[in-house]
């Protein structure tokens, strides 16, 4: 018989697609279709199977019919029976299928490293659990029904409203709700200004990217950002560094700059005072844009806070910022406080429905600013992550006095300088030792020194996370570090 049948038993919670074909009657056809359900891995060893009774009575057949079936497989190991616990599939090493055939051969897992020192990543054991679970609980509790809509493209905004107060009480942003919009990080922000093909999505009309180029970054730099930018289409020039930051001074005929004048990433520092003005005026000048990336602004330690570019001019400054740092990647969480003419074509970038950020989370972190909690987890990494900056500069004054540590100021990161012509081979010993971070030159632009002003570069170097290691394995780190650094 060739049917087919399909048990939904409430109690268990246990859906079974039964295919009665085999031939011999209807015991024979039921004992070889369970069979079957659990060597192909269809039923999970421990699942629990209906009583006889309603199999029985969902297929139609004798209660004795399926009583004979349970008791064969049980008999032949394929299920078990035990009072009070019913019939459960057995626990098996393996489908018998997969035991008949010749154990398969797979190749041994690469080791990964032993510490991770790389630079992007907060302390995940960090997350304040308990108080983002209170905020998440009081978000949602509170929540209008509207919420579980969809979501507005500009972000919830309780959220951007408490955003605003938040930014221009602690980084001098000059803001209202209106024009911060929610993304999901620095990344999407980048494809929201730069990319066409989001400009054409549901809501966006025909238009093409908000923003185009060329457009000037700093020598040293995410190679990623600048990967994505080159996707969209957009030409970088790279801009020289020294010790007061992007050299904004050979700014030209640009259509905008990309900065992080917080905390030069990677090589450290802010941007001076002077080049903070001066980037403005150029702006205003070639009506050109300033993109600002806030990507650590909340952690100093030796030096007194820096606020904003965007403070300097609302109209000529894009600032964007995100949780990653501060809180975790886990989230997805960002913004844009753009100047009014971009607003419209920001939201048309996005769509009609807000398809990034969860609505939830967005309410979540509202409440978490709002009830003074992320000022406080705020604080309190600053102190977690100075102390580990600390140890890592006590640690290489003991063990390799003659390596310049710098960048140290602020940022969850430190920049090693190296002799001349060590990084590679320092990069392979770190590896040897079990430690993965960084080396500078692969944050270089790789058109840096043959535009403008000749640039010499950055020497050899570690870019050092101090963040990323929990806390009881941060030392055996600094250790194995400090066994890969080249003698003097």
């Keep these: 018989m060739g049917e087919s049948w399909v048990n939904h038993w409430e109690r268990i919670g246990v859906d079974l697609h039964l295919e009665l074909s085999a031939p011999g009657g209807r015991r024979a056809a039921l004992t070889g279709a369970l069979r079957e359900a659990v060597r192909g891995g269809r039923l999970a060893p421990g699942t629990r ?247 650590d602004g909340e952690f100093r330690y030796d030096r007194k806070p820096v606020g904003a570019v965007q403070g300097l001019d609302p109209e000529r400054v894009v600032h964007i910022g995100s949780v990653s740092k501060s809180l975790s990647p886990a989230l997805r969480l960002g913004w844009m406080v753009l100047p009014e003419r971009y607003v419209d074509g920001v939201l048309a970038a996005k769509g ?39 140890r890592l500069v006590e640690a290489l004054a003991e063990h390799a006095p003659h390596v310049e540590v710098t960048g140290v100021a602020a940022g969850l990161h430190a920049v090693l300088r190296l002799p001349p012509g060590t990084e590679r081979s320092t990069l392979k010993a770190a590896a040897w030792q079990g430690v993965a971070l960084d080396g500078l030159a692969e944050f270089r632009h790789p058109r840096a020194g043959t535009a403008r002003d000749a640039d010499p570069g950055v020497p050899d170097g570690l870019v050092v996370g101090y963040a990323t290691p929990p806390e009881h394995a941060y030392g055996a780190a600094l250790d194995a570090l400090c066994v890969a650094l080249p003698p003097p």
């Design 49 to 295: 199977l209906p009583p006889y009774r309603s199999l029985a009575a969902d297929l139609g057949v004798a209660r004795n019919t399926v009583a004979d079936a349970y008791a064969e497989l049980v008999a032949e190991g394929w299920l078990t029976a035990r009072q009070g616990s019913g019939t459960r599939v057995a626990d098996r090493v393996e489908p018998a299928r997969a035991a008949a055939r010749a154990p398969r051969k797979t190749p041994p897992r690469a080791r990964g490293p032993r510490h991770d020192l790389r630079q992007g990543s907060p302390d995940a054991s960090s997350f304040p659990r308990a108080a983002w679970l209170a905020s998440y609980r009081r978000a949602v509790q509170g929540a209008p029904s509207e919420v579980f809509g969809p979501g507005d493209p500009a972000g919830r905004r309780e959220l951007r409203e408490a955003l605003a107060e938040y930014l221009a009480r602690a980084r001098g942003v000059r803001a209202d709700p209106g024009r911060i919009v929610i993304c999901s990080g620095f990344a999407h922000a980048l494809r929201l200004l730069f990319e066409p093909a989001l400009a054409k999505g549901e809501g966006g009309g025909p238009g093409g990217a908000v923003l185009r180029g060329p457009l000037a970054v700093e020598a040293y730099g995410l190679g990623f950002h600048r990967r994505l930018l080159r996707a969209a289409g957009v030409r970088t020039v790279p801009l020289p560094l020294d010790e007061d930051g992007a050299r904004v001074g050979l700014l030209g005929r640009e259509r905008g700059v990309l900065l992080t004048p917080a905390h030069q990433f990677p090589t450290g520092g802010p941007l001076h005072a002077t080049r903070r003005a001066a980037v403005v005026d150029w702006a205003r000048a070639r009506d050109a844009v300033v993109l600002e990336d806030d990507y």
């Design 352 to 390: 009609e429905r807000e398809a990034w950020a969860s609505v939830l989370d967005q309410l979540s972190l509202a409440d978490f600013i709002a009830s003074g909690a992320y000022d406080r987890h705020v604080r309190r990494m600053r102190q977690r992550y100075r102390r580990r900056r600390d």
